[in-house]
């Protein structure tokens, strides 16, 4: 939003750029300046922060596309006139009388209304006094709110821990605590730890967005961990109990029943993601393990074992559902 100090400051200046710079030119003497200047880089100098105040409202402006168009139309016509009483040439009434239905100078017609009427569409402001939308003109603006990715270990993201994390834009790197059971592409707000205002407001927020790593055990559902278990073909068939790994790193025993298929889930209560919004399951899912290598002797006992088996092919009933043999 347009604002009536812009004829007199000259953000070019102050960020130290020509008026055509790029945006990508811009930014980087934002970040440089910013760096230099960020309180937290500055405790307790006064003059450092109004310098990043001041540097912060000129990039706020220019690197909006829509506010640097309206900037540099209201610098180019605070630069061609003088508000100076009378009608003087390069006055009041050159610029604004052809706006107005003014004539000749010193025929100053107000428009109805009075210059309020202009002044306020012109600034936001809905009349004398009064804001556009609600806002009064001055009010403290709250700070822009910076957006940054963070990176956590699978285990770090499940028990929760604190992490120290560059500020975006620089200055003193801070502190997140992460919450346990944070997911992935889950937000972290923290309040007050981004822009600060560039006119004494509320400072703007910093939003982390998660990106959890991926674990070459475990993987989350919803609160539930799961994890595939490989199982001999003789515990599969005959049954058996086995040791299956937990997030805490303890061991817990399940027992297999016989004749268990591969893919069948056994669940053990209570040891997935724990939130507060509760706790989940751990999800185990069996795997029968064929040995990639049999010796002689193993194959005679298994062709023996074949031999002894009924005669049934386990495809049959697949072919039969699928309507075609």
Request: glycine fraction near 14%.
């Amino acid at each position: 939003m347009a604002s009536q100090d812009w004829f007199d400051k000259d953000f070019y200046a102050v960020l130290g750029v020509k008026k055509d710079v790029s945006p990508a030119e811009l930014k980087k003497a934002y970040r440089k300046l910013a760096r230099l200047h960020h309180p937290d880089s500055n405790p307790g100098n006064a003059a450092a922060e109004a310098r990043f105040k001041e540097i912060s409202e000129a990039h706020s402006v220019l690197a909006d596309p829509e506010e640097r168009a309206e900037y540099d139309q209201i610098r180019a016509m605070g630069t061609g006139a003088r508000f100076t009483a009378g009608g003087a040439p390069g006055g009041f009434d050159d610029v604004f009388g052809g706006m107005f239905g003014g004539g000749a100078p010193g025929a100053r017609r107000a428009p109805p209304g009075g210059f309020d009427d202009i002044f306020g569409g012109l600034f936001g402001n809905a009349g004398p006094g009064q804001p556009a939308g609600g806002r009064r003109y001055g009010a403290p603006t709250k700070g822009r709110d910076h957006m940054a990715t963070v990176g956590l270990e699978f285990l770090t993201a499940a028990h929760g821990d604190t992490v120290t994390l560059e500020r975006p834009g620089g200055g003193k790197p801070i502190q997140v605590k992460i919450p346990a059971g944070v997911a992935d592409g889950q937000k972290i707000r923290l309040r007050g730890k981004g822009e600060l205002s560039r006119d004494g407001g509320e400072a703007g927020d910093l939003v982390l967005t998660v990106q959890v790593r991926a674990h070459p055990v475990f993987s989350r559902d919803g609160l539930n961990l799961r994890l595939d278990v490989p199982v001999t073909f003789a515990e599969a068939a005959m049954g058996a109990t086995i040791e299956v790994p937990t997030l805490s790193g303890e061991i817990v025993r399940l027992r297999v029943a016989a004749g268990t298929p591969s893919g069948r889930v056994l669940r053990v209560k209570g040891r997935g993601v724990t939130t507060a919004k509760g706790t989940g399951d751990l999800l185990a899912a069996v795997q029968v393990a064929v040995p990639s290598h049999l010796s002689a002797e193993a194959i005679k006992h298994l062709q023996q074992f074949v031999a002894a088996q009924p005669a049934e092919n386990p495809r049959d009933e697949l072919i039969a559902r699928a309507g075609v043999g």
